[in-house]
């Protein structure tokens, strides 16, 4: 994994996400803890991108909470979830994609985009948020000028990786 080139924001959301987890009784990191952290990590370009697009922390939290509940048990070994693993991976391609040397927050919640499924996929569903939404945010906040384009779809996405056969 790409952890050694994870700025020191991305490294925050991963542990707000696992504490997140942690006090929702939940004893995995999954996709929607991730959003739930990129939205805390409040100096970060995702949660830049996700307030002006109207979605809060206590947004999140309540949808997670109303989709998952909340186990009144204290977890001590919290792991990432195999969709969590995922996403940090494609977060990886896509600072290479951008041509970056570190991953940030941005790049982490467009590997929960190209993820393309899971419970954050969902709250950003019910919220009216689309993928060219985000991405155009995301461009507009750093001004990416280098993003690789999806020629096929004559559109601003970041076109999509081919999953591994891991």
Not at 47 to 57: D, Q, R
Not at 74 to 80: G, M
Not at 126 to 140: L, N, P, R, T
């Amino acid at each position: 994994m790409y952890f050694s080139r994870f700025t020191q924001k991305s490294k925050r959301v991963i542990e707000i996400s696992i504490e997140c987890a942690r006090g929702l009784g939940h004893n995995k990191v999954d996709s929607e803890h991730l959003l739930l952290g990129l939205a805390k990590e409040s100096d970060g370009v995702a949660a830049k991108v996700l307030l002006k697009l109207g979605i809060t922390p206590n947004y999140i939290e309540e949808k997670i909470i109303y989709k998952k509940g909340v186990t009144p048990i204290e977890v001590s070994d919290i792991s990432l979830s195999y969709i969590s693993k995922e996403i940090l991976e494609f977060s990886g391609v896509f600072s290479d994609k951008f041509k970056s040397e570190y991953i940030d927050t941005e790049h982490i919640l467009l590997g929960i985009l190209q993820k393309g499924e899971g419970t954050a996929i969902d709250i950003l569903k019910e919220a009216g948020i689309e993928d060219k939404h985000i991405v155009e945010s995301i461009i507009d906040i750093v001004g990416l000028d280098n993003i690789v384009s999806n020629k096929s779809s004559n559109s601003r996405y970041p076109a999509k990786t081919q999953n591994s056969s891991k």
